[in-house]
């Protein structure tokens, strides 16, 4: 069953709901994966996507704070979430396709401003978050799996627009891509954007400070589409829609996509 798969922060679903729906329209992807939503689940405009020919949803929401939900045009049931580091924080969900397919979809933790879990609790609790997912996946050994997210970190050189000037800017610290890459491993995780695209600079991300965001081009590559081993060679075409990021009103990250032919 070949389809293709976007993840994108959206920044308010509620917000931005024309957004998703022009994505949805333009793009069509068989599935999307969102995070930031920042609402209640009964708050989600289900019934504008499904208008849109998406008509299932999985999602957890929390009022105004994190939340993840997917969309999807293919049927798909609740595989459920966990609640990591036990806050209660809507950062996860799972869903299942009709041919057993697992797709996490994750937002982890920013990390706030100073890359020091003694000064900054946010920080630790960033580490804590990637700590559990690790210790998960390593006693889950995920099979058929796909895991996409606003992973809040950019872990190659390539993947920011200075590695020199952001060694010490929160996500891109070498202790945050050593815990991603412990995560990655424990997983057996297959970065499926980099073995599609495995050179050149690549961002998701470019912060609302600049002025003129697409002509500085300060980016990172902060939003993931992962598979399990056994199906990570069924994908390809990856891409990250760019201009997305200059639509009006936008999120600050653009969305990006991957297809499977399972």
Not at 31 to 60: N, T
Not at 117 to 144: A, Y
Request: aromatic share 8%; hydrophobic share 40%; proline share 6%.
């Amino acid at each position: 069953m070949p389809f293709t798969l976007a993840t994108w922060n959206i920044n308010s679903v509620r917000l931005r709901a024309d957004l998703v729906v022009k994505l949805l329209t333009e793009e069509a992807p068989d599935i999307l994966c969102l995070q930031e939503c920042k609402s209640p689940v009964d708050k989600i405009p289900a019934e504008v996507f499904a208008g849109a020919g998406y008509g299932h949803m999985v999602a957890r929401g929390q009022k105004g704070y994190n939340g993840v939900a997917i969309l999807s045009k293919l049927p798909l049931e609740d595989a459920g979430h966990r609640d990591f580091c036990e806050k209660g924080d809507a950062r996860h969900v799972a869903a299942r396709l009709e041919d057993g397919t697992t797709i996490h979809n994750f937002y982890v933790p920013a990390g706030g401003d100073e890359p020091d879990r003694e000064k900054n609790p946010k920080f630790g609790h960033k580490l804590d978050f990637l700590t559990e997912m690790r210790d998960w996946f390593r006693d889950s050994r995920p099979e058929k799996s796909i895991l996409v997210g606003d992973l809040n970190i950019a872990p190659r050189e390539d993947d920011v627009w200075s590695h020199k000037q952001l060694l010490k800017v929160v996500s891109h610290t070498p202790i945050e891509v050593e815990h991603m890459a412990d995560t990655q491993d424990a997983g057996r995780w297959v970065d499926v954007t980099r073995a599609d695209i495995p050179e050149g600079l690549l961002y998701s991300w470019w912060s609302y400070r600049a002025r003129d965001w697409d002509a500085a081009d300060k980016g990172r590559r902060l939003d993931h589409i992962w598979a399990s081993p056994d199906i990570a060679n069924a994908a390809h075409g990856s891409r990250i829609l760019r201009a997305v990021r200059g639509w009006t009103q936008p999120s600050d990250h653009a969305p990006v996509f991957a297809s499977f032919d399972l």
